[in-house]
């Protein structure tokens, strides 16, 4: 076995071939029993430590790899800045990614927030979130849309609409929800609400679906049913406000019909009285 130091003509570099050249290649080991070795640098600081520019070209199915000498290494890989003072980028032993400073850009060059990303984005599972404000302006409502997309509910206005007609659904479909109290089985939290299974079988539009399965109840367009359902508990209170005048107008007829018979009756007996004083009746 050999080592062979030469020079690449044809490539205009200088070759370092651990082996019999063109026959035989060699692993090459630098440094194996200590020190450092320096690319660009007289002075290299670590095991490898390059001063300038360096390309990771994949050559197979791993890519650029960083492995740990132990998973109890609390520091994987570190990106500093030029004084080695700052970590701007830190990956912990458990893949937990670190940074220190300035934002992280997801399809754009100038990231104008913490995280700014130009796209859509996909949460596979749950994703919680402390605030929500409109850029610049103030706190914005958030809807979960069908297939799980996450943003602002979607806008009222009619150019965005087509085939429109009138909903009436209303007390029909109140009456037949049933409210539930639960228990989360996440945390443990008590809670009381609707069951997306239940409220199906009473109308699916009131809910959606993610992966082909129920997911939950579009508790927005309850609201709008419950307009309809006062709608139509302010149409019977006023057929019930009309049916009790009509019978107050009836009564009071009646009282004064009454009144006149009573008067016509007091006439009478007096009449037959004045003319039969011994009538048994005259002495009542």
Known sequence: MQLSLGYDTSSNLGVIQAGQAFTAFRNLSLNPFGGNVGIGTTSPSAKLHILGS????????NGFRITPGSDADAIVLNVTNAANTINWLTVGNQGQVIMNGGNVGIGTLNPLAKLDVQGTVRFASQVTIGFLVAAGGPNIPICLA???????????????KKDIGRFGSGL????????????WKSDGTRDFGLGAEDVEEVDPNLVFYRDGKIEGVKYDRIGV??????????AQIRQQEEQLSEQQRQLKQQRA?????????????RTVC???????????
């Open 54 to 61: 360096a390309l990771f070209q994949n050559g197979g199915n």
């Open 146 to 160: 069908t297939g799980g997309a996450l943003g602002s509910c979607s806008s009222s206005s009619l150019r965005y």
């Open 172 to 183: 029909d479909v109140i009456n037949r929800l049933r409210p539930i109290s639960f228990t």
């Open 225 to 234: 049913v419950l307009i309809n359902a006062v709608k139509e508990q302010q």
């Open 257 to 269: 019909l009454i009144e006149r018979q009573i008067l016509l009756v007091n006439g009478l007996r």
């Open 274 to 284: 004045h003319q039969n004083p011994r009538a048994t009746y005259c002495h009542k």
